[in-house]
């Protein structure tokens, strides 16, 4: 299993995750987008349990990885830019059943493979970073409009407070911005139970029968999910 990860995530974040995957790639792109966001995997690449999709401008050593391990992948069509438009295009949530996004900023090859979910309109188009799926239904966000959104539609969720969650350049980042799922597992990149929604979050996904690993003992880190293929 491959890990994708942002560069800029701590030394101890790193150690600790290279003890579950065969192979960590970090994930570093210059010249492309804001900087707060220049290593965020889930600005480039949309992935779900079927399909993943990178942008054509995505780091030339991602995809000689990709082929390395043999993993099945598309090019998508749009390139990851400077504009809000066009950092968001990939940063959409997939389930086996819905699709989450802000409509009218989704990356047409994203849309294609997710034709058959139901599109649930958000009104945050970095859905991604604010968004992550536990399965049953539940979600986890730090954008009360998307909490908003969700609970309209009869989705379960926790609302997990973005205050003290690290970004560059910006007052904070968003929760799912911090983690990714494999294997019934959660990791975040630092410790959620530093913050003061922790406790609270960690009941509600052990709820659903959740591992959690926190990757450090530091403060949580917003690098644009981690991305376990």
Known sequence: MLAVIDYRSSKESLTNLNLYVEDIYLFRTEGITYNSISGHPDIFIYHDNNNLIAAPNSPSSLFILLDKYKVKYRIGKKHVGEKFKESVAYNCLGTPKYFFHKKGYTEETVLEVTVDKKFINLPQAYTRCGLIYLGHDAFMTSDKGIEKELIKNNFKCF???????????????????????????????????????????????????????????????????????
Do not use: V, W
């Open 159 to 229: 609302f997990f407070d973005p205050s003290e969650i690290n970004i560059p350049g910006h007052r904070n980042g968003f929760i799912g911005g911090c983690s990714g799922i494999t294997n019934n597992k959660i990791f975040f990149n630092g410790n959620i139970d530093l913050h003061k929604d922790g406790a609270g979050l960690r009941n509600y996904i052990q709820n659903y029968g959740m591992e959690i690993i926190c990757l450090g003992n530091h403060k949580l880190y917003d690098g644009g999910c981690i991305i376990f293929i």
